[in-house]
């Protein structure tokens, strides 16, 4: 039997309903503050179960990893975020819904425990979407991804050990595939990251005594016909001739299909040597809706949802945030942003609320304001209520929005003092640690086995 009461955190009081939310990000941290906010403690416990004791601010995630901000800025504490909520820091791994229960695995301990719930937010968000190997291979085993904290800081000790790499090697034809970078994915994710990280690359060969920047190359492949198809024409052409005159390269109506560790396979059978590959070409559902005992999806593997944000056929359980398909305005799934998880937290509260008193649930209505892409080197794109601004204004509304949209006052006076300090100081050029082995022995053998095992 365990040591650990982990469920005596939550109190027993039997006249209070049990809120359950599963997953404390964008969604299930808004909700939390919104029902703690709106509902006595007499009347309901908020108990918020999470794998972190934080949630990534993902807007800033990028800018984390390549370093313009400190990587733990772009994190939002939950315990200070929701203090009225009861946060249990445990990996979910089941769900009973005939049963109104979840099973957790508390972090650091072994076994499981169930927890009982009268309603149940399913926020679990989104996974990287990787394609099956007939369409496109060697993505789970060679490609870096952009979703998580651990993901951004692998990508940059992916960078800096690809510049010295190719700092200590004399071949041009590897030096020129080592500073080769691959984006694959030209939507908002892969156009941000390839912004940053040529800021970043080309900003550290400066230290490097034989890499220049000219050295350094990156490729964008996009499928559909043009990047950025979720902002206007306008705004888009001009940031593809802004990124192209940056020297990076957008293919577009091609993909890869095949990753691996030194070269991608183009769809027209082309092959293309790089030492990184990124891979930002869309997301799923989270995989674990799959494996919950009475849940409905629907055919992508989403919360099939009412536009009350209620499961179909579910009792008391609801969905939100990026793995729930909740019917829009328009009759369409309201898209996967993290703008669109934070204004459904109020309407999430309202209908949960409305159940547990008798009163009538309300439709969603949530559209999105706008779309920001911060671009690198001071320059955006921005597209807010018919509004279209490109170049360093658009980046600094980009920030300023960002900036207004951070949480709590400490975090808003540290992320404006890293910009700051950026804007006047070299970024430090270090690894942080975090590259897994697998990926670090392979790039190594190789350069080692040209110089023949040489002390270089
Ligand atoms: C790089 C990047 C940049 C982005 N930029 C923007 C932007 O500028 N503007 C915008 O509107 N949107 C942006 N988005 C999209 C936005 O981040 C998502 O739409 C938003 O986070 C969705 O909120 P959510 O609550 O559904 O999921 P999340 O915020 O991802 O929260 C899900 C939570 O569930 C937890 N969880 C998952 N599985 C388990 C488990 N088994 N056990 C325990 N806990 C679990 C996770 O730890 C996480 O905290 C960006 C996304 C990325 C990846």
Redesign the pocket.
Known sequence: MSPYNFTATISAMADRTRIVIL??????AYLAKELTKRLGSTEAEVVI????NY??F??L??EAGCGSIEPRHCTVPIREFAPKAELLM???TGLDVPGKRVRIQHCGADDTHWVSYDHLIV????VTRILPDHICSGVKEHAFF??TMSDAIVLRDRAIEALELANATDDPAQKKRLLHFVIVGGN??GI?VVGELETFVREACSLYHHVSESDCSFTVYELAPEILGIVPEHLRNWAAHALEKRGISLKTGISVKEVHRDRVVQSNDEVVPCSTVIWTAGIAP?P?LTEMDGLTLNKFGGLDCNSDYSVVDCDNVWG????AAVPGPNGKPMP??????IRQAPQVAHNIIATMRGGATKPGHVNVQGI?VPLGRHKGIASIKGLKIHGVIAWMMWRGIYLMKTPRFGRKVRVALDWIIDLFCRRDFVQLGLLPKSHRELSHTHVEAEHGNDDH
Do not use: C, H, W
């Open positions: 997953g404390g990000g964008f969604g299930g179960i999470d794998r972190n949630f990534v993902y807007p995630l990028v445990a990996e979910i926020a679990l968000g989104s952009m979703k908002v994710t941000e989270n674990l939100m945030g990026d793995n996967p942003l993290a703008q669109i998880a920001l």
